[in-house]
């Protein structure tokens, strides 16, 4: 059983910056990865960024030079760090975490949700 808190969403305006947090608690695996993905209004949920326990990163080509991913393994919380923000960056972002034993089978969980608007 897994937990997962989400913080930092809210309003800003073109160019600005926000970063996200999003906490896991409970049973925790040895081995987890953990990511953002954003849905806009009328668009499908889309990969974001990722990253591994191990510090292995990913980011959509939208977002590079703009976003950074890390995460903090004692406090099991992942960062967003947006930067630039365009109004195309508008969406709710989920956390998305995955953890296993090793060699055990993945569990995924995911995030309530929170809203990144970027306007004037």
């Known amino acids: 059983q897994v937990q997962l808190v989400e913080s930092g969403g809210g309003l800003v305006q073109p160019g600005g910056s926000l970063r996200l947090s999003c906490a896991a608690s409970g049973n925790i695996f040895s081995m987890y990865a953990m990511g953002w993905y954003r849905q806009a209004l009328g668009k499908q949920r889309e990969l974001v960024a990722t990253i591994t326990s191990g510090g292995s990163t990913n980011l959509a080509d939208s977002v590079k030079g703009r976003f950074t991913i890390s995460r903090d393994n004692a406090k099991r919380t992942v960062y967003l760090q947006m930067n630039s923000l365009k109004p195309e960056d508008t969406a709710v972002y989920y956390c998305?975490?995955?953890?296993?034993?090793?060699?055990?089978?993945?569990?995924?969980?995911w995030g309530q949700g929170t809203q990144v608007t970027v306007s004037s």
């Open positions: 998305n975490f995955k953890h296993r034993r090793a060699y055990g089978p993945w569990y995924d969980y």
